[in-house]
């Protein structure tokens, strides 16, 4: 019996070749979505659960000259003095936010490394056990170090990695330990971990209380109900540390469970992500979700409508309604498990896509007996459900209502299927509008004036410190180069942001927290930026020691008395001597404000870590490697390695890119189930109004009339979808625009030109559809009715 139930469900399938291919297309997407979803939403909100005591970390205020800074960092002394004056903390773990460093190993460079600054007490700490190495002995040394087992086998095969050295900074380490890698939903995600003696013994870092190195500060409890006694015990000595008005402390715990979704505070380690961001993510995929099934609950039921008069004359032959409910469930079930299959493919393919989109690692190998679960329930929720709705309008009436075809179940008019355009089409334009203000919000901040040129500059970073008099060696020899024309260094890049430093100016008693950059007397005519006021650095070095030129925003700074004022840092006098356009030195995402340029970057403790060179060569990257392949001959013990100034500014918009191409792809996926629901909607309809068409053919209604007529029935919704959609999209927009502090004005125009484009998709579907009908001979159609 099962087994003409099954032959009957799969003939009804390739008997409606269309229908199903279409209700497929959009299941599939619609399972894939919502796979992805359940995935998503369970990593991101199970973060750092598996640890068997309660961990905090320390999260600050910070109050410098009457701004306010929240953030996850505390300077070095501070955990292990609160370790040691508050009883009730039982052990403390401090670490530097893991970031991508130039590594060498083997001479070789590898630049995507993590690389992270820790406390000894690592594994203990977190219950970690290594894989190799003792870890009594690891980290302890100030030339050692332990790496991942997945970067043990990226790097050296099969090969022992233990004892092998790592270079960074010019500075040498061991290889003591492998330990396994982080489980993927834990914030602190590194390749390589340094000991925290390799900065204050080896790298002579500065370790104080008020700046160099910062680190996160980790936390284990006595007793968890003492923990707002723990906090006034931390602030009272951060209070004895910081007396001052100007620059004070507060410190409060967070659990380790609460950081992943807890974005918004500066310097945060790994990728935090908020909850605001994580719903958003949700719900679009939750509405694609909803566009598919209702899409599929809409055409399948409408195709069980046109089927009802078999439907009803198997009933007389002697069908029972649970043998027409049976070969329905088993119908519906053939799709779903097909559409499971497809789903499961499309999501893997697209998984690598959407990790690095939306900065996730989702990965189906880790969630297996989820997915089963989850395919289950919805498989048997979507049999129940639709063949109950498919199999309702036979149930409900009389066995002559059904032969006379008075039962169909979209009578009223047809509001149900419009009803679905309507959602579907509102969704796909606000996705659509959406993504267009991305997209050229990002073109703007790539094209915009910084105000210095960096068009044809790159940049050898000097990953190894390297002599002042050797620098300006090599700067005199490349000068001669054919293709350069000038040459500067600089202590760090400009365009993605800079260090800050406490200044006081003139007579004013007020300190400032300032951007500050050290650079060659040079670096003015290097980026083309032009002098204002005053003169440029002095070329005798003694001299410009002396001396700072500032930009405009400068110039609005308390104290300030033009030219010749005299601004103190570190009990060091500074003479402005000139004055520059306020060139945007951050990423545009921030605002730029005040800067200092000197050349004292030793007396502050910096080097100049970059050679940066103006080329008008036609072919730059050619002659950058030039240069890199001169330098690496003349200093083969220095490590060094080319940036290009265009490429570095256009990684700060990667984050940007991203959201654009996570909006273009659900967009595209959002307009894909649309048109598909249309042609759906649009097949069914034509097939309902066939004899109707015919007869308007015979009284002299033109082919292009009836293409006309059902182009406007659909279009008039399609437009109300755009009208709906439009105050949505607005709001959007603008609210995601209003992060920036340099940002473009939405253009409605294009949303306009859009629109357009998905209305000429929409009447291409719908002609397509209507094509072989208003071509059929009306006698013929209404002699077989």
């Known amino acids: 019996m099962y087994k003409i139930y099954f032959n009957l469900a799969v003939r009804n399938l390739i008997k409606n070749y269309q229908n199903t291919l279409i209700n497929l297309l959009g299941l599939s997407l619609g399972l894939a979505s919502a796979l992805f979803i359940f995935l998503f939403f369970h990593l991101e909100t199970n973060f750092d659960n598996f640890y068997k005591d309660d961990i905090y970390r320390i999260t600050h205020k910070r109050f410098i000259y009457g701004d306010v800074d929240q953030t996850a960092q505390a300077f070095y002394p501070e955990g292990g003095t609160f370790l040691e004056k508050i009883e009730n903390i039982n052990e403390m773990f401090l670490i530097s936010n893991p970031n991508p460093s130039p590594i060498y190993i083997l001479n070789q460079r590898y630049a995507d490394i993590k690389m992270a600054v820790g406390s000894a007490n690592y594994f203990s700490f977190f219950g970690i056990e290594l894989l190799r190495g003792d870890a009594e002995k690891v980290l302890q040394a100030n030339n050692s170090a332990v790496i991942t087992a997945s970067m043990a086998e990226k790097v050296f095969g099969k090969a022992d990695p233990i004892g092998q050295e790592i270079e960074l900074y010019g500075t040498k380490l061991f290889i003591e330990g492998i330990i396994p890698d982080r489980s993927v939903n834990s914030h602190l995600q590194f390749d390589v971990l340094f000991p925290e003696k390799w900065l204050s013994e080896k790298n002579g870092a500065y370790l104080g209380w008020n700046g160099g190195w910062n680190f996160n500060v980790y936390i284990k409890l006595l007793h968890d109900d003492q923990k707002e006694a723990t906090i006034t015990a931390m602030n009272k000595i951060l209070d004895e540390v910081y007396p001052g008005d100007d620059f004070s402390i507060e410190a409060s715990l967070q659990t380790i469970e609460s950081i992943h979704l807890n974005k918004g505070l500066s310097y945060d380690t790994g990728n935090p992500r908020s909850a605001e961001s994580l719903w958003i993510i949700i719900a679009a995929g939750c509405i694609i979700l909803s566009l598919a099934l209702l899409n599929f609950v809409v055409l399948y039921t409408a195709q069980k409508d046109e089927e009802i008069h078999s439907l009803t004359l198997m009933k007389i032959y002697g069908a029972h309604h649970r043998d027409l409910w049976i070969s329905t469930c088993l119908e519906v079930f053939l799709m779903v498990g097909i559409a499971t299959l497809i789903s499961i493919c499309t999501l893997n393919i697209s998984l690598p896509f959407l990790n690095a989109q939306l900065v996730t690692r989702v990965f189906l190998s880790n969630y297996i007996p989820s997915i089963i679960g989850f395919y289950t329930v919805i498989g048997v929720v979507l049999t129940m459900l639709l063949s109950s709705l498919s199999l309702r309008g036979i149930k409900k009436s009389s066995l002559s209502k059904s032969l006379n075809g008075q039962t169909s179940i979209y009578a009223s008019k047809g509001w149900s299927e419009k009803a679905l355009l309507v959602f579907q089409f509102s969704t796909v334009f606000v996705l659509s509008c959406i993504g267009i203000t991305v997209y050229q919000q990002h073109y703007h901040l790539l094209h915009k004036d910084l105000g210095f040129q960096h068009q044809n500059v790159f940049t050898i970073d000097l990953s190894t410190v390297m002599p002042l008099e050797a620098q300006k060696s090599f700067k005199e020899k490349i000068l001669k180069k054919p293709g350069i024309e000038t040459v500067s260094m600089s202590s760090q890049m400009i365009g993605v942001g800079l260090t800050k430093n406490g200044y006081s100016i003139g007579e004013s008693e007020k300190s400032e927290i300032i951007n500050a950059l050290y650079v060659s007397n040079d670096f003015l005519e290097c980026f083309d930026i032009p002098l ?56 545009l995402a921030y605002q730029s404000g005040p800067l200092v340029i000197g050349t004292s970057a030793r007396i502050d403790g910096w080097n100049f870590d970059y050679i940066n060179i103006k080329t008008s060569s036609k072919n730059p990257y050619q002659l950058a490697n030039e240069v890199l392949e001169e330098f690496q001959k003349d200093y083969p013990d220095v490590r060094a390695f080319i940036t290009f100034y265009n490429d570095e500014i256009e990684y700060n918009y990667n984050y940007i890119k991203s959201q654009q191409q996570a909006n273009f ?65 607005n709001y959007f927009g603008n609210d995601w625009l209003s992060s920036f ?13 859009m629109g357009v484009v998905v209305v000429v998709i929409s009447v291409i579907t719908i002609t397509l559809i209507c094509w072989k009908i208003v071509n059929m001979n009306p006698s013929q159609v209404l002699r077989d009715l």
Request: charged share 20%; net charge positive; with cysteine.
């Open 665 to 729: 792809f659900f967009g595209c996926i959002a307009l894909l189930i649309a048109i598909s629901g249309l042609w759906g909607i649009t097949r069914f309809s034509v097939l309902k109004r066939t004899k109707e068409m015919s007869i308007r053919r015979v009284n002299g209604a033109s082919r292009l009339d009836i293409l006309k007529l059902f182009n406007r029935d659909y279009l008039q919704w399609i437009a109300l979808s755009f009208l709906l959609a439009m105050p949505i999209a």
């Open 741 to 753: 502090p340099d940002r473009i004005g939405i253009e409605y125009v294009s949303w306009v030109m």
């Open 532 to 587: 204002l006021e005053g003169e440029n650095l002095h070329t005798n070095k003694n001299i410009s020691d002396r001396q700072i030129l500032v930009n405009e925003a400068f110039k609005k700074l308390e104290g300030w008395n033009g030219l010749g004022t005299i601004v103190h840092r570190g009990g060091r006098d500074y003479e402005v001597v000139g004055v520059i356009p306020s060139i945007s030195f951050n990423s």
